[in-house]
């Protein structure tokens, strides 16, 4: 039961986080193409896309469901799956006429060059943050013995 709660916080703080980022871009261009009221459905349809997001993330990106699996493929398999359930929102909500080859490569693109810039940002923080604690590993290891 202890895991169930830890899994459902964990997804509730990856929908917030998600939910805040999209609400952000999605104000900017209301801004931008000067736009003054947002359709409920569209910031339902935000929120029901981030509810999956965090789910999808849980479970691609810990051992809840693969044990053995490597991070690329976790990558893989969240790219697709994630793919999937953004464009079925996309199509059920009415984010773009989708009967426009034009609008469903813009979509394609923007989805892709989107994730890579997030993984791209996580990948330059973790990996920061690793060099970090690897730092005050090794200042511990050193100074551990001199008082």
Known sequence: MKKFFQVCTTIKEVTA???TAAMCFYMFFLLVFKQE???LS???SLLLVCIAAGTMQVAAFSDLLFKKLGYGWRMVLFFVVFGGVLTAFA???GWFPTD???AWV???VFFVLIFAAITGGIEIYYRASGRRWDDKL???RKN???K
């Open 100 to 102: 426009q080859a034009g």
């Open 106 to 108: 813009l979509f394609g």
């Open 17 to 19: 986080l998600c939910y």
């Open 91 to 93: 199509v059920g909500f």
């Open 42 to 44: 569209i910031l339902f």
């Open 144 to 146: 551990r013995g001199k």
């Open 138 to 140: 090794d200042w511990y």
């Open 37 to 39: 009221t947002a359709p």
